[in-house]
């Protein structure tokens, strides 16, 4: 992992780098912390080629409430963490800034394992809601799967902060009939 990446294992609360940053980073790892599901990824589609702008597209969930966007992007990746900021523009009030993208294979060939780690900052919006930086990461052979689950992850640990209390539910049900 990179200097800037959340750092997991045992700490002692003095070397505990989430503590001496001055703007916290919310998350780590996710065997020893239990992340809150507020956003539950129902699907997603990308779409990419060598002489085409790629596109995803994703449907994302809430308790009742459903959100859905497609997105242009560069690659396969930027399209869906687009599809889904415009998803969920009517939840964050613009869209979160991503300060660090990581991807580290977990074995040798091209079927291994792919560990994507993420560290993302709320929206330029005023007040509490607009300060922090939270830490999401996802695991699997699918290296867009994790880093599309690994984004909804940090995601979640920024709208479970006390701040971001009934956003999903103000943002209304977009769910179809």
Do not use: C, F
Request: negative net charge; proline residues 6%; charged residues 20%.
């Amino acid at each position: 992992m990179s200097d800037n990446s959340p750092r997991t294992g045992s700490r002692s609360p003095q070397s505990d780098p989430r503590r001496a940053a001055p703007r916290p980073i919310h998350g780590g790892d996710p065997m020893t912390e239990a992340a809150p599901e507020t956003l539950h990824l129902a699907r997603w589609t990308a779409t990419s080629g060598s002489n085409a702008r790629s596109r995803g597209a994703v449907v994302i969930a809430a308790g009742d409430h459903e959100w859905r966007a497609s997105s242009d992007g560069i690659g396969a990746i930027d399209a869906l963490y687009r599809a889904v900021d415009q998803a969920l523009a009517g939840v964050l009030a613009g869209h979160p800034r991503l300060l660090a993208y990581d991807i580290h294979a977990l074995g040798e060939g091209t079927d291994t394992i792919g560990a994507v780690s993420v560290r993302i900052a709320p929206p330029d919006v005023g007040g509490k809601r607009g300060t922090g930086e939270y830490a999401g990461e996802a695991r699997g052979p699918n290296i867009i799967a994790a880093s599309i689950e690994a984004y909804v992850a940090a995601l979640n640990l920024m709208l479970a902060e006390a701040h971001w209390a009934g956003a999903t539910e103000a943002a209304g049900n977009q769910r179809g009939a």
